[in-house]
């Protein structure tokens, strides 16, 4: 249930006045009096009450049988294996060994690597479970295409073409060596392009090539090899009858800060480079574009030195931002943006910014999509404190509904696996919008006034539709 927001700007009438006050505003004043005491009752008999929920039991948001199933709570017992026997030599060269299980996780020689990066033995997807008939997700595990290649659409969205009735996947392409410029430099892989999948069960993509492609010689290019393409995100413009694709451009150092922009006639390409340029003037790096049911469309991007985040409507046909921008969790430094939209309101989850390595992400609400937007908090449960704590060791990028079940998503995240960037791994969770938000709201006064969005843990899942019910597409 929304509640109303409750602002109490009035001063309170002196306690001297109120024994003046006559017996009628007496028994008025007790029985508001009553009722707020009974809604702070009620309303911290919610909260608590949902916290139980977060860790014994499902709840129960839709009459599908198999959100049950998503919602279940999955527990994962990681610990820190044994200090390594190190050499003298080896320490000097690198004295700290990893003492956390963030730094395990970052150290290319990990023992328990194999628990965030499972080998090829444990890939998935047609080719090697053709029987599978349930289409299980496997997260984190290798997930390969219907030639039985890992998908190569990293920091990527989803688009679901009315036309042709199929689901199409784009994302950065990064199937080459991974390196660093200088010695501090973030870990890199030459732009190859942005890669395309198609798939009618989102299950099953078939690689429709570099749709996006490189510039392989000329240096001056937004798109030479030598830069940054990343967070490649197409909608879909029914008056132009374009893709219009929307991406961070920068050079090596993350300098350039810029927006691209790229068109196409067709979802699969190929997609023609228009131009790259500053929103509003201002530097932008991790963002994303969001289409409305009003098909009016929106850029959101981290700017500021990604002290902020900045939306704004685009033009009619997709190919630039309109004048207008607010600039929303203004201070809080958040990045990698996936918004959703259910039953009017507004949602939005982000990342911090520790750039390749994971951190917790946040769900955020807002009744307009210009703000103002409110934090709900770290959507993550299951998993165990740490995989909470760093979105199961992955990063936000897309949010796609799942059509005919309200109320259910899927959240897509990266795995990033900086020593050898092809090989992150794609996260793919059930989210759900439902029940009472779990922590009190700035300006609310403790009533929530959205309701709670989870992202469940599972180290294996199926789509709700899939298994001979109704089909998703
Ligand atoms: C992250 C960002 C990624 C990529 C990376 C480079 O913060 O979300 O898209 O830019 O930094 O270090």
């Known amino acids: 249930m929304r509640m109303v927001k409750n602002k109490h700007n009035k001063k309170q009438p002196a306690t001297s006045s109120l024994l003046r006050c006559s017996p009628v505003s007496l028994v008025l004043l007790s029985t508001v009096v009553g009722c ?62 990893p003492t956390t ?56 969205g989803i688009l679901f073409d ?19 410029t200088h010695k501090k430099g973030p870990a890199r892989v030459d732009i190859i392009g942005v890669g395309c999948y198609s798939s009618n069960d989102l299950w099953t993509w078939k690689n429709e090539g570099v749709v996006l492609a490189a510039e392989e010689t000329d240096e001056t290019h937004d798109l030479h090899k030598s830069n940054v393409l990343e967070r490649p995100k197409v909608i879909y413009n029914s008056q132009t009858k374009k893709y219009v694709m929307w991406m961070h451009v920068d050079d090596a150092n993350y300098t350039k800060a810029s927006v691209g922009v790229a068109t196409s006639d067709e979802p699969t390409g190929p997609f023609e480079y228009l131009y790259s340029k500053s929103p509003h003037g201002f530097d932008s790096r991790d963002m994303t574009v969001f289409k409305d049911d009003d098909d009016t469309a929106y850029l959101v991007y981290s700017s500021e030195d990604n002290s902020v985040l900045h939306i704004g409507p685009l033009t009619g046909d997709y190919l630039d931002v309109k004048p207008v921008m607010k600039r929303i969790m203004v201070g809080q430094h958040r990045e990698a943006p996936a918004i959703f939209k259910h039953q009017k309101t507004y949602y939005m989850i982000t990342s911090g910014c520790t750039g390749w390595a994971p951190n917790e992400a946040l769900a955020h609400a807002a009744e307009s999509v210009m703000g103002p937007w409110e934090t ?31 109320g259910a998503f ?30 009190p709201l700035e300006f609310s006064f403790g009533f929530p006034m959205w309701s709670r969005v989870s ?19």
């Not at 042709?164 to 990064?174: F, M, N, T, V």
């Not at 992202?455 to 597409?473: D, M, N, T």
């Open 36 to 97: 707020v005491f009974m809604i702070h009752l009620t309303m911290s008999y919610t909260r608590n009450s949902s916290v139980d929920l977060e860790v014994s039991s499902p709840r129960l948001l839709t009459h599908h049988p198999i959100v049950h199933e998503l919602e279940r709570v999955e527990e994962e017992n990681i610990h820190m294996p044994p200090p390594r026997k190190r050499s003298q030599r080896a320490i000097k060269r690198k004295p700290k060994t």
């Open 101 to 156: 299980l963030i730094e395990e996780f970052l150290d290319e020689n990990s023992q328990i690597r194999h628990l965030f990066f499972p080998d090829t033995k444990t890939a998935f997807g047609p080719t090697k479970n053709p029987n599978d008939t349930l289409h299980n997700f496997l997260p984190g595990k290798i997930w390969l295409d219907t030639e039985g290649n890992p998908i190569q659409a990293h920091g990527g």
């Open 162 to 180: 009315e036309r042709s009735k199929l689901y199409y996947w784009y994302g950065e392409y990064k199937d080459g060596p991974t390196y660093q």
């Open 376 to 406: 709900l908090g770290n959507p993550c449960v299951g998993g165990n404190k740490v995989f909470r704590s760093t979105t199961f060791f992955a990063q936000s990028t897309f949010v796609l509904p799942l059509p005919g079940v309200p």
């Open 410 to 439: 899927v959240f897509m995240a990266d795995r990033w696996n900086p020593a050898e960037l092809r090989d992150s791994r794609y996260l793919w969770l059930p989210l759900i919008v439902g029940g009472p938000a779990d922590r």
């Open 455 to 473: 992202v469940y843990w599972h180290r294996q899942w199926r789509l709700p539709s899939a298994g001979g019910e109704k089909k998703i597409a």
